[in-house]
């Protein structure tokens, strides 16, 4: 049958005869209570996958609001005030209720099980627990939008959020802190479940590499985050109580508060990134067929992100006062901590060397992040370098740095995830033209939107400001109409993944004629998984293995 | 479950036999603390001029680790576990040192 | 050896002869075996006392850093507070986690009157604990010792006039005796919550184990509270020295 589909490596039963599983985890049990009690990772999965799209859809809306108003110099769309509560939801949205728990919620929590061949994560209860919690934070975070916006940024920057501002400052911060628990919970089971769920013979360097980087991404969910929670109670007492914490005026110290919330928030940056980092390597393997070149290096290169995440916080706060002596060990360390990113960057390079490579829809958005979080990446390390970063920061340099780690990154891998597991998600395959289209569209779009930024912050345009002077137009009109083609490339696929879940054709277990364990069993999966716990008798992305047992098969059945 | 089994629990440093403490031994561990909570009262009212502070985080940390090792049972469980609890107060002295790194290379001591 | 590992069959699980463990309701299927159900709880339960310990931490720096920069003020501050009932506290929050301790034992020996007095008792010190807290909170309100705008520095800019023997402080210095009491209340406050907490689940724990949920060999829930109500007295144990004991000798 892959002939059908030209030059690729798409292995889908004869449509005519191919029928879904008749019992799966998605038509096992019906009704909305079914759904709202379950305990099966599989179903958390689906609606982790139903509220993240929900928030990135309207953390995308105030982009789209965004890049209108700084369509003009003038501050004409809105007024500057409301401009500053439209870039705040949009950070606060895309960081906490769309980037953090969208891989680790809904790849993650969908495949950690099937990977290392369990049953179930080790706390179901708590699983679902973690889906409600985020729905709260979710909900609380509207509730301040709804009762009339924040504007502290992101950040919740200290002074300006205790002191200077009558918005919503503590609603919003509760709903982050009730939102951090959400990924506290997660962590906490996938740690678990990693150590003690795992089947006869899944030694560690036996396991899929997107295992090893959720392992990383989870233990700075459980590190980092009840730091910010801390942070974030106290920015709310301060506000409520006038305690002084942060307040020099009574004694405190608003550069506390900086380094608090960044000894959260730069570790954060990579539990966004590593779990997308683990996408790509699934789906380079399979799209090269090859062995991850220099596995056990990328295995711990994710355990070195982890870890030296927390030695370099400070670089975000190189022009506030800080020590120069310390700027300078921070710097030296921000440089340290590109070195893994770039081990995986490499290493995914030389598996594609040699590698038979098909360019499905999953492999272009992989393409897409290896291009994007490199430069990203690169430009994290100008702004890491101390002389450097005093000019650049605060621009839109910096904006487009991190978009193209996260967007480029994050949202991509994302993307790339959700495709090459929709088949096992659903038991049926996305339409392949339209999807390449997507993926391309978003590509194109993307650069189109955030290349202008570099320039525009390198002359030195500051970001958060409605207002820019006039020479600075015509990259911000480009940067406005890449947002567009990037917001069409977004809602493409909602469309057509929607369209396949009835009309898609039927996948079978394994269209990719992939190794993991997840592909082994029936798509969609069954409730419990696996009806016979497996054994793993093999090295992880070993094709040969795979070739062997399919023509076993084939002999058995025929 | 087989000898083969068994011995493999043995080696794995996932897995820990458990471990019943008796009331005597957790009364011994009471004492000790109670012990060391009046030592640091005490030790509060004698002027040791900078080492006040040593004594007595000293003594907390004495206690903190006595109750994390029985009555907690850290010594009896995986390596693991310890070494959990050991990323747990790294962690916060990662953060601690390097904060201070800055604070103290600042000024220190002008304000 | 296949038997043990290749397990699947629900019915064999329930049974769970074949581990040589007791059969216990509580087992849930995507265990293999009712210990790595103990393990992976405890495990969890270490895993989230971890966050706690970065909860806290976060306060513990602050406090470190403010005690470096307004010593004198701490120190003042500081010695308002009873050590008396920091003390007394101290130790009965050691007792309670003694007690717990030998519920843990208790359950593991299936008494169950035992565990539910053990149980009790530690319920029991735990309320006398934060009573005793909130008579020292109730002093520091009628004090006006409480940050925010009722904060009054009187007492430490005139020591004299209420007849405490500790050197003025200069006005600047007096006004940072609320970033102590600040973090006197934010640490001290947060441990409080803690334990309230603690306090529910260990009702809900007492009611449990006198249906003799926990006499039959699970002991879990037992066992991981009290890893989480040893916690919380061991972030007291630095509490007591770090807020009661700053500087208790006299001033030269
Ligand atoms: C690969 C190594 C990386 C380096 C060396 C690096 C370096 C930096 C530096 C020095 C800054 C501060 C710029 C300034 O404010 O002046 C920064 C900002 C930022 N980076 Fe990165 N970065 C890296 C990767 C990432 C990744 C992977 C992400 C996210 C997935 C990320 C997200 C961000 C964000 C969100 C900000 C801006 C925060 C704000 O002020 O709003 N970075 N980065
Ligand atoms: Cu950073």
């Known amino acids: ?558 | 479950m087989t000898d083969q089994a068994t011995h493999a629990h043995l080696d794995n440093p996932e897995h820990a036999q458990h471990r019943i403490v008796t009331p005597l031994q957790y009364f011994f561990v009471y004492i000790i603390m109670l012990a060391l909570t009046g030592l640091t009262c005490a030790a509060a009212f004698v002027d040791l001029k900078w080492a006040n502070a040593v004594v007595a985080v000293g003594i907390a940390c004495t206690q903190a680790t006595i109750g994390a090792l029985f009555f907690m049972h850290a010594a009896f469980q995986s390596r693991l576990i310890k070494l959990t609890i050991g990323a747990g107060v790294f962690m916060f002295l990662v953060m601690v040192t390097m904060t201070m790194s800055d604070y103290m290379s600042r000024s220190w001591g002008m304000w | 050896m296949d038997s043990a590992l290749a397990t699947t069959d629900p019915a064999d699980l329930h049974a769970g002869q074949e581990h040589g463990h007791v059969s216990l309701p509580q087992h849930r299927h995507h265990f293999e075996t009712v210990e790595q159900q103990r393990e992976a709880g405890s495990f969890g339960m270490w895993l989230f006392l971890l966050t706690e310990i970065m909860f806290f931490g976060g306060m513990f720096l602050a406090y470190l850093l403010y005690r470096n920069w307004y010593y004198p003020a701490f120190v003042v501050a500081s010695n308002q507070l009873s050590v008396r009932i920091g003390t007394i506290n101290t130790m009965v929050l050691i007792t309670s986690g003694f007690c717990m301790a030998v519920g843990v034992w208790a359950a593991e020996m299936r008494r169950r009157s035992l565990l539910v007095a053990m149980l009790v008792t530690t319920t029991l010190l735990g309320v006398l604990f934060l009573s005793l807290k909130y008579g020292e909170y109730h002093e520091k309100y009628e004090l006006h010792h409480i940050p925010g705008n009722n904060f009054n520095i009187s007492m430490f800019t005139n020591p004299a006039g209420y007849g405490i023997k500790e050197a003025p402080l200069p006005p600047d210095m007096a006004q940072k005796t609320q970033v102590f009491f600040f973090l006197y209340f934010a640490m001290t406050g947060m441990h409080a919550l803690h334990m309230i907490i603690g306090l529910g689940i260990l009702c809900w724990l007492i009611s449990r184990a006198r249906r003799g949920d926990f006499s039959a060999g699970y002991v879990a829930p037992v066992e991981n509270f009290a890893l989480y109500w040893h916690f919380i007295d061991v972030v007291w144990l630095f509490l007591y020295p770090l807020l009661y004991l700053i500087n208790r000798h006299p001033m030269h």
């Open chain 1, 1 to 558: 049958m892959s002939t059908a589909i030209g030059n690729t490596i798409v292995s889908l039963p004869d449509q005519s005869t191919a029928r879904l599983p008749k019992r799966h985890y998605i038509n096992n049990e019906y009704g909305l209570l079914s759904w709202l009690l379950t305990e099966d990772h599989k179903r958390i999965a689906l609606l982790y996958l139903f509220s993240v799209t929900f928030f990135f859809f309207i953390g995308g809306a105030f982009a789209g609001l965004i890049r209108l108003e700084l369509l003009t110099p003038q501050p004409d769309l809105v007024a500057a005030d409301t401009y500053n509560k439209f870039f705040t939801m949009h950070g606060l949205i895309m960081i906490f209720l769309f980037l953090v728990p969208s891989i680790p919620g809904v790849l993650g929590n969908f495949l950690i099980p099937l990977m290392i061949g369990a049953k179930d994560l080790a706390f179901p209860k708590l699983n679902l627990l973690s889906w409600y919690v985020y729905m709260a934070g979710g909900t609380l975070t509207l509730a301040a939008l709804v009762l009339g916006g924040v504007d502290t940024g992101w950040t919740f920057t200290t002074p300006l959020s205790t002191h200077y501002l009558n918005t919503h400052v503590i609603t919003a911060a509760m709903a982050i802190f009730i939102t951090g628990f959400s990924s506290i919970l997660t962590g906490i089971n996938f740690i678990v479940t990693i150590h003690r769920m795992r089947c006869p013979g899944m030694t560690w360097f036996r396991m899929p590499l997107f295992l090893w980087s959720h392992y990383a991404a989870s233990l700075l969910m459980v590190l980092g985050t009840p730091v910010l929670a801390t942070t974030l109670v106290l920015v709310a007492l301060e506000r409520l109580f006038g305690i002084g914490i942060f307040d020099p005026a009574k004694g405190g110290d608003p550069l506390l508060f900086q380094h608090l919330f960044w000894f959260y928030s730069h570790p954060a940056v990579y539990i966004m990134i590593l779990p997308g980092m683990g996408v790509v390597s699934e789906v380079i393997s399979t799209f090269s067929r090859k062995r991850i070149f220099g596995y056990t290096a990328v295995a711990f290169s994710s355990v070195a992100i982890a870890l030296f995440g927390f030695f370099v916080w400070e670089h975000h706060m190189f022009i506030m006062g800080v020590s120069s002596y310390s700027a300078l060990v921070f710097s030296l360390l921000t440089m340290l901590v590109a070195v893994p990113s770039a081990i995986k960057i490499f290493n995914w390079a030389f598996t594609l060397q040699k590698g038979s490579i098909t360019f499905e829809t999953p492999m272009l958005y992989c393409f897409g992040f290896m291009g994007l979080f490199t430069i990203g990446g690169l430009t994290g390390v100008f702004l890491g370098s101390l002389g450097m970063d005093i000019h650049l920061t605060e621009t839109y340099f910096v904006v487009a740095h991190f978009h193209f780690v996260m967007v480029g990154g994050g949202l991509m891998a994302f993307l790339a995830g959700i495709h090459f597991w929709w088949p096992k998600m659903t038991g049926r395959m996305y339409p392949e033209t339209i999807s390449k289209l997507a993926a391309v569209t978003t590509f194109i779009g993307f650069n189109l939107t955030f290349l202008p930024q570099f320039v525009l912050g390198y002359l030195g345009l500051p970001r958060r400001y409605a207002a820019y002077p006039p020479e600075f137009q015509v990259l911000n009109v480009l940067s406005t109409a890449g947002a567009t083609v990037l917001g069409f490339g977004y809602m493409l696929p909602l469309l057509y993944l929607a369209w396949s879940l009835k009309y898609g054709a039927i996948a079978g277990s394994n269209p990719w004629q992939a190794t993991g364990l997840e592909w082994q069993i029936a798509s969609p999966p069954p409730t419990e998984n696996f009806t016979e716990i497996p054994i793993m008798d093999h090295e992880v992305y070993d094709y040969e293995w795979l070739a062997n047992k399919t023509k076993k098969e084939v002999t058995t059945v025929g």
